[in-house]
């Protein structure tokens, strides 16, 4: 049994939702933490999902992928974004330092939330034979590729993505400086590399042994999810 369309984005919508607006919402979090308020007094510190969307990256651009991979068969990259969290890094204690944790902070939570789907699907499977099994084990395996997807992605060292802004942390101050200045083209180098289809090609390598170990450790056979990916 594969889903139509309607019901895809029914089990998608909650993971999706979730795995945008709370990356962002953990990076402002971490930077109140280190200093920087600009976040908070925003009103962008919150786990309200409602404070984060964008309405096309958040809702149409994740649609459009969806109707799309369901069109021509699957194997694309689910993208999008929220509303980005203001951080002035200036305003951090140890600014260069800590905007290393501000920018893990995302794909951090990313990776809870893919153990937590996969709890999910663990008690699904369990549950089969109940009404809510089957559904519950869907969206977990759903909301399991959604948030490793965030997170490879945002861990590529491309500014602004976050994993270019932990690059930039790292780096000495003149290779700092230049990395950073790419920050102003790197949505759009993205959105060309996604669809000349070169992202899935650098990304899902690394997607497949990320959900392979997330899958280990809760003792999910990875054809198991596999097998609940493609009813979707």
């Known amino acids: 049994m594969e889903l139509n369309l ?4 029914a089990v998608y919508a909650l993971p999706v939702i979730f795995a945008i607006t709370l990356h962002e919402a953990a990076h402002g979090y971490v930077a109140k933490y280190f200093g920087d308020l600009t976040a908070y007094a925003a009103g962008r510190v919150s786990l309200n999902p409602l404070r984060h969307i964008d309405p096309f990256g958040t809702v149409a651009l994740p649609l459009i992928l969806l109707a799309l991979s369901k069109l021509f068969g699957g194997g694309g990259i689910l993208f999008g974004w929220a509303k980005p969290v203001p951080v002035n890094f200036a305003n951090l204690r140890r600014p260069k330092r800590d905007m290393l944790w501000v920018a893990a902070a ?9 153990l937590l789907w996969a709890l999910m699907v663990k008690i699904g499977l369990s549950a089969q034979g109940g009404y809510f099994g089957l559904p519950l084990a869907l969206m977990g395996a759903a909301g399991v590729f959604v948030n490793v997807i965030f997170m490879v992605l945002n861990l590529l060292p491309l500014p602004p993505l976050d994993g270019g802004r932990i690059l930039v942390s790292l780096l000495p101050h003149r290779l700092a400086y230049m990395v950073a200045r790419i920050e102003p083209y790197g949505f759009i180098i993205l959105i060309v590399l996604l669809f000349a289809g070169v992202l899935g090609k650098v990304l899902w390598p690394m997607i497949g042994v990320t959900v392979s170990a997330i ?6 056979p990875v054809s198991d999810l596999i097998r609940l990916a493609n009813l979707i």
């Not at 995302?106 to 893919?114: R, T, V, Y």
């Not at 899958?215 to 999910?220: T, Y």
């Open 106 to 114: 995302g794909p951090a939570s990313n990776l809870l939330m893919a």
């Open 6 to 9: 309607i019901q895809t984005i």
């Open 215 to 220: 899958a280990g450790l809760f003792g999910i």
